[in-house]
Antibody, heavy 121, light 108 residues
């Protein structure tokens, strides 16, 4: 049973860069899965941010593409999110999740517990 | 992007009721539709994938149907633990993945 755990600062200043890491346990980040970040603004729905494969290939949501970087560290079995030039609108709970293609369709079948990041001075 | 629209946005029901939630896609997505359940302060959990397949461990009172643009999630004989928010999500053509706005199922 793969488990994911987000970590990183809970408070970021406006115009700064949000940085989060997702540690993967019980499975390898080099498996045949993609790894994603999803966020949820307070009281709102879910927004997909982007994904990374163990090859380093990435795909980003066009709405955030200019500000997002997702990377991975195979030696630590973890992947990371950086979101630059943040504003209050980026305040959200950030989830990391595994995308599995073993279900005929791609699903998010394992999630971290979520990390609240507040953008405020 | 493919837009996903759920209805209703909120729903009041009682234990033992049968409820149906609808999800509509802005274009055909075949059966590339998944359903998740989220409880307050928790991450979403996968319930149904490929429109109608039950994820491992999910009770059989949950079912999904539909294809193309119109999909439904049905919960038979509501249990106390089913009161939560439900989201649909499309994975057609992969990126970008999009979710519905959610349906909050509350106790009547």
């Amino acid at each position: 049973q793969v488990q994911l755990q987000e970590s990183g600062p809970g408070l970021v200043k406006p115009s700064g860069t949000l940085s989060l890491t997702c540690a993967v346990s019980g499975g390898s980040i080099s498996s045949n899965d993609w790894w994603s970040w999803v966020r949820q603004s307070p009281g709102k729905g879910l927004d997909w941010i982007g994904e990374i494969y163990h090859s380093g290939n990435t795909n980003y949501n066009p709405s955030l593409k200019s500000r997002v970087t997702i990377s991975l560290d195979k030696s630590k079995n973890q992947f990371s999110l950086k979101l630059s030039s943040v504003t209050a609108a980026d305040t959200a709970v950030y989830y990391c999740a595994r995308e599995s293609t073993g279900y005929y369709v791609t699903v998010f079948d394992s999630w971290g517990q979520g990390a609240l990041v507040t953008v405020s001075s | 992007d493919i837009q996903m629209t759920q209805s209703p946005s909120s729903l009041s029901a009682s234990v033992g009721d049968r409820v149906t939630i609808t999800c509509r896609a802005s274009q055909s997505i075949s059966s590339y539709l998944n359903w998740y359940q989220q409880k307050p302060g928790k991450a979403p959990k996968l319930l149904i994938y490929a429109a109608s397949s039950l994820h491992t461990g999910v009770p059989s009172r949950f079912s999904g149907s539909g294809s193309g643009t119109d999909f439904t999630l049905t919960i038979n004989s509501l249990q106390p633990e089913d009161f939560a928010t439900y989201y649909c999500q499309q994975s057609y053509n992969n990126s970008p993945y999009t979710f519905g706005q959610g349906t909050k199922l509350e106790v009547k």
